[in-house]
């Protein structure tokens, strides 16, 4: 966890006390429908957190025309990333934000293990740094 996210992004909270989780993956196609239904469920949840959500990102276009030989990226067949998120501004709410994500992740990638394993929806995950 790192304790600042990116100004001027609507973050709650300033640059000292803001609080920022995420968790990725890709995608070679849509949720499954059991995946969608825990989407969600998650985001529907009046006990979760209020500044948490889920950003979908198009993915694909000329990176899909390069062999996977060719460069460090192997997604090549990816058309999305998804990328789980949750913003809070007190130390004190920590633990539960923090299981808040984990538990989403987990539940949405139940079918393989709690993470996303390449297969025939999944591409495995990256990880986002942070901006220094």
């Known amino acids: 966890m790192h304790s600042t996210t990116w100004p001027g ?3 709650p909270g300033d640059l000292i006390t803001r609080r920022y989780k995420n968790k990725a ?12 239904a825990t989407i969600y469920r ?9 500044g948490g959500g889920m950003l979908l990102v198009g993915y694909g276009g000329e990176v ?21 998120a949750a ?3 007190n130390d004190s709410d920590d633990a539960s934000n923090l299981a808040w994500i984990r538990n989403f992740y987990r539940d949405v990638y139940a079918d393989t ?6 297969g025939e929806v999944s591409d ?4 986002q740094l942070p901006r220094r």
């Not at 495995?124 to 990880?127: A, D, E, L, Q, V």
């Open 9 to 11: 992004a609507g973050e």
């Open 42 to 50: 998650h985001l529907t949840n009046s006990t979760g957190n209020s």
């Open 64 to 84: 899909q025309a390069v062999k996977p030989s060719d460069t460090a990226v192997a997604q090549r067949d990816v058309v999305m990333k998804a990328v789980f």
């Open 124 to 127: 495995g995950s990256y990880r």
């Open 113 to 118: 293990g709690g993470v996303p394993v390449p």
């Open 87 to 89: 913003l809070w501004t």
């Open 25 to 36: 993956a890709y995608l070679r196609r849509s949720y499954t429908d059991t995946q969608l």
